[in-house]
T-cell receptor
């Protein structure tokens, strides 16, 4: 059974710090991996999507990497801001269309 | 990029009523759509796979008679929570599969059953 694990479960950092969120998965038959942001009481916002043929994707202060061989993805956030405070979810997507989500990492950026 | 919408974004209802949630692919056709739910402080879990023109496939433990799924067109799938109870309160999200097999997620619907 596919498992997706996110570490740490919660993270608190001072404003301006760079940080890394981790996502590991057991199924190497990955089609793509997606990172989402979820704010309390709100829906998902897609941040980055990495195809299985890619190693990384960048959007602004965010950089996501994918290592299929080790079953890992990381989300790097540079120069964190209080507005980055949210829960970050990763989703492992197969070519059959099914997505398995991690439990998320709850990030708090303190001013 | 491809956009998936959900309606309503938030709904509050009384116990015993039925609630319908719509999932639409706005600028592409989706033969397959997926429905997920997320309980507080838990990850999103797949409920069912919705196929246009055929019956949905439900995951183990999901009651098909309680969560009715209809995928009547290539751009619309609906999830109806029948006789909703407080324990059905959750965050429901759909995704639609694009031509390339990429999943596009809707923004989600938050259901609160009183």
């Amino acid at each position: 059974k596919q498992e997706v694990t996110q570490i740490p479960a919660a993270l608190s950092v001072p404003e301006g710090e760079n940080l890394v969120l981790n996502c590991s998965f057991t199924d190497s038959a990955i089609y793509n991996l997606q990172w989402f942001r979820q704010d309390p009481g709100k829906g998902l916002t897609s941040l980055l999507l990495i195809q299985s043929s890619q190693r990384e994707q960048t959007s602004g202060r965010l950089n996501a990497s994918l290592d299929k061989s080790s079953g890992r993805s990381t989300l790097y956030i540079a120069a964190s801001q209080p507005g980055d405070s949210a829960t970050y979810l990763c989703a492992h997507n197969t070519n059959a269309g099914k997505s398995t989500f991690g439990d998320g990492t709850t990030l708090t950026v303190k001013p | 990029g491809a956009v998936v919408s959900q309606h309503p974004s938030r709904v509050i209802c009384k116990s015993g009523t039925s609630v319908k949630i719509e999932c639409r692919s706005l600028d592409f056709q989706a033969t397959t759509m997926f429905w997920y739910r997320q309980f507080p402080k838990q990850s999103l879990m797949l409920m069912a796979t919705s196929n246009e023109g055929s019956k949905a496939t439900y995951e183990q433990g999901v009651e098909k008679d309680k969560f009715l799924i209809n995928h009547a067109s290539l751009t619309l799938s609906t999830l109806t929570v029948t006789s909703a109870h407080p324990e059905d309160s959750s965050f429901y999200i759909c995704s639609a599969e694009g031509e390339s097999g990429t999943q596009y997620f809707g923004p989600g619907t938050r259901l609160l059953v009183l």
